[in-house]
């Protein structure tokens, strides 16, 4: 295998590390990741801006490349020019702090690194775990990444797949198993923060609760609640089947 | 109605006006779009970055609202504080220069203002015209978008409901019709243009041609090429669901 990794949380945070061990397990790993923090990127590309690549050496002695765009950019620029010769087979990425199950999946960076892989033909994973803490130990979950994405080389999906994988914020011992679900009926509801700064103008910070809106059980949200890692596949093409034919009824 | 109108192309694109105009005769309309062009900016939010509204004039001499974030931002502050206690009814977003049909709806900035109206559970549409130009002539595109409008508001769709429409670069009188078609299957081959800095270290341009993947007609892409405007429902629901009982045999 011929391994790319990116993350959203930048080259430097600690997921990315855990992540590269374990798929060194399965082949050759190439990182490529960006140089400053991109959470909630989503699928943001860097129109009008010259990006740069360049070799940056990450805290476990291993090299990376580090780019100044957004999480999709990496995949871009790893597939259009580092790469180029040599594509990848799978994209990797993560290990991200914080959920991206729900409808995350579309704020997120980290799904959008892999959704890039995705698109462009390229098996993809994204991990998650549900713990935003910098000292968060991921190496604990080293076994369940090892198993999906084995799982994922061994069972090939078909071109475009993408997994969404989230674990739960409790110590690997007590996770109870995989559930393979579907994204939950959910959204962020806002709590605006404003604020005034020192010359008197108001500015706001984004603060929110995730509200939950479904009423089945066979979904991530509701899996992860129950101490099991959720895996969903994903898919970029955003069509809305249920309503097509409801739509093309209409009379213009 | 009460009609929130956002964008992606900034505040004082000139689309915004054309969209407004035709926006006023369905009910009262307020402006929030971002303060700066952010095309390409996928489904972005603005974390950890404190974000400003203030009342900005535009060239048809009313009144917006410009944001220092992102669309779906805009929409965002627009719900969660300018229009709180008064909540739009219908978010419409656009009219954006250049094409978000195919997987380009996945990187725009116009769709995820619309997106983040649907993910609140408010009707949703964005518009395009598959025009560059900034003096490209939007205002002979107002029946089409009047058409599409009234439909949406006459047969609600439900929760969660967001329109794709894009208009082809050809006039008005030419346009044979409208079509309501699924999303293309393609996706943007990358050609980055490398160059050397005056310092010597290279940058990289993100350039690239569009690759239509779809064998069959009833996509966008076709009908769009074909001098029809396309509309696309869609959805947030990432899902894939015709992988998801393929994984759920996986034996982890």
Redesign the interface.
């Known amino acids: 295998m011929n391994i790319l990794i990116s993350n959203d949380d930048g080259i430097q945070a600690p997921g990315i590390l855990t992540l590269a061990e374990v798929a060194r397990e399965f082949g050759a790993v190439t990182i490529v990741a960006p140089n400053s923090?991109q959470?909630?990127?989503?699928?943001?590309?860097?129109?009008?801006k010259?990006?740069?690549?360049y070799k940056e050496k990450l805290a476990d002695g291993s090299w990376g490349h580090a780019c100044n765009g957004?999480p999709?950019?990496c995949v871009?620029?790893a597939?259009?020019?580092l790469m180029k010769e040599n594509l990848p087979t799978l994209v990797l990425s993560g290990i991200n702090h914080g959920s991206n199950s729900s409808?995350s999946?579309?704020?997120s960076g980290t799904l959008?690194a892999a959704?890039e892989g995705a698109?462009?033909?390229i098996p993809a994973i994204g991990f998650s775990v549900l713990d935003h803490h910098q000292a968060a130990d991921f190496s604990q979950y080293k076994d369940i990444l090892r198993?999906?994405i084995f799982?994922a080389i061994s069972?090939p999906?078909g071109n475009g797949?993408?997994?969404?994988v989230n674990i739960p914020r409790i110590p690997f011992e007590e996770i109870k198993?995989?559930k393979?679900v579907?994204?939950a009926?959910g959204?962020w509801v806002?709590?605006?923060d404003?604020?005034k700064d020192p010359f008197g103008?108001?500015?706001?910070?984004?603060t929110g609760k995730f509200l939950l809106q479904d009423t089945e059980a066979d979904n991530d949200e509701t899996v992860l609640k129950a101490g099991y890692v959720s895996?969903?596949?994903?898919?970029?093409?955003?069509?809305?089947?249920?309503?097509?034919e409801?739509?093309?009824n209409?009379?213009?």
Chains 1, 2 share one sequence.
């Open positions: 923090p959470s909630a990127m989503g699928h943001a590309i860097s129109l009008g010259p990006l740069r690549l957004t999709a950019d871009k620029l597939t259009g020019v409808v999946s579309i704020y959008s959704r698109i462009q033909g198993k999906i799982q069972q999906l797949n993408l997994l969404n198993g995989i393979v579907r994204q009926k959204r806002e709590e605006f404003e604020r103008e108001s500015y706001y910070w984004l895996v969903t596949p994903m898919m970029h093409d955003l069509t809305d089947y249920s309503r097509l409801i739509v093309k209409w009379e213009f």
